[in-house]
């Protein structure tokens, strides 16, 4: 399974920026920890172009992403237990583009052009939910394809089970909690998770 996006775009070799450069980005602040503050999404933010393996076949901006295009580009998902098996979730600031206040994944981001699966997976989990990488450890459970109205994308879901403090984005997120079996069956199919939440739950449930 590739998990690694370096391979030219379009023929071309490219240099890629660091993820040190997010800093000069305009929609994102650097708290004194050094944890980033998304404060809105930026269109012009560059993301792979795969296919339904992972190989890098082009590049596109978020705004092309999510236009209706339909081109597959890839994300990364954690999914959060605790040992009591609650599940963490986030509800999405009121800001995002996509499913704006609802219940969502722990952690959920893109792959950025230049970045790794794995790379994406540690900088989207210290920036929304405060996880240092080596603070727990991730599992792979499989990828698959999601399709909606605006977008298609090659989802990488992890599980991991941490019983430590997390700490939610103040500007990604409305917050965040552990939510036990009996809630989430009850609250499903009632607008107050994410569709793409509720499609990837019963993954989650086969697994365990």
Same mark, same amino acid.
């Given at each position: $399974?590739p998990?690694?996006?370096?391979l030219p775009?379009?023929g071309?070799?490219c &240099?890629f920026?660091?993820? #040190?450069s997010?800093?000069?980005?305009? #929609?994102?602040?650097?708290?004194?920890?050094?944890?980033? %503050?998304? =404060?809105?999404?930026?269109?012009?933010?560059?993301f792979?172009?795969?296919?339904?393996?992972? #190989?890098?076949?082009d590049? $596109? =901006? *978020?705004?092309?992403?999510?236009c209706g295009?339909?081109?597959l580009?890839?994300?990364?998902?954690?999914?959060?237990? #605790?040992?009591?098996?609650?599940?963490?979730?986030?509800? *999405?600031?009121? /800001?995002?583009?996509?499913?704006?206040?609802? /219940?969502?994944?722990?952690?959920?981001?893109?792959?950025d %052009?230049?970045?790794s699966?794995? @790379?994406?997976?540690a900088?989207e989990?210290?920036?929304?939910i405060?996880?240092?990488?080596g603070?727990y450890e991730?599992?792979?459970?499989?990828? !698959?394809? !999601?399709?909606?109205?605006?977008?298609r994308?090659?989802? !990488?879901?992890?599980?991991?089970v941490?019983?430590?403090? %997390?700490?939610?984005?103040v +500007?990604?997120t409305?917050?965040? *909690?552990f /939510? +036990?079996?009996e809630?989430?069956q009850? &609250?499903m199919g009632?607008?107050?998770? =994410?569709?793409m939440? @509720?499609?990837?739950y019963?993954?989650?449930?086969?697994a365990n």
């Amino acid at each position: $399974m590739p998990s690694h996006f370096y391979l030219p775009v379009s023929g071309k070799v490219c &240099n890629f920026a660091s993820s #040190n450069s997010i800093k000069e980005v305009d #929609n994102k602040k650097i708290e004194p920890s050094g944890r980033t %503050l998304v =404060t809105e999404d930026s269109s012009e933010e560059m993301f792979p172009v795969v296919d339904e393996e992972g #190989n890098i076949i082009d590049a $596109m =901006t *978020r705004g092309e992403a999510h236009c209706g295009t339909k081109r597959l580009h890839p994300v990364v998902h954690l999914h959060v237990y #605790n040992s009591q098996g609650a599940l963490y979730l986030q509800q *999405r600031a009121d /800001w995002k583009e996509v499913q704006p206040g609802r /219940w969502d994944t722990a952690m959920g981001g893109h792959v950025d %052009l230049g970045e790794s699966v794995s @790379e994406a997976l540690a900088r989207e989990a210290y920036e929304e939910i405060g996880l240092h990488q080596g603070a727990y450890e991730p599992r792979l459970l499989k990828k !698959y394809v !999601y399709e909606s109205k605006i977008e298609r994308e090659l989802v !990488y879901i992890y599980t991991t089970v941490y019983d430590g403090v %997390l700490s939610p984005s103040v +500007t990604e997120t409305k917050g965040g *909690r552990f /939510w +036990t079996t009996e809630e989430l069956q009850t &609250n499903m199919g009632h607008e107050v998770f =994410t569709p793409m939440f @509720e499609q990837e739950y019963p993954m989650l449930q086969s697994a365990n």
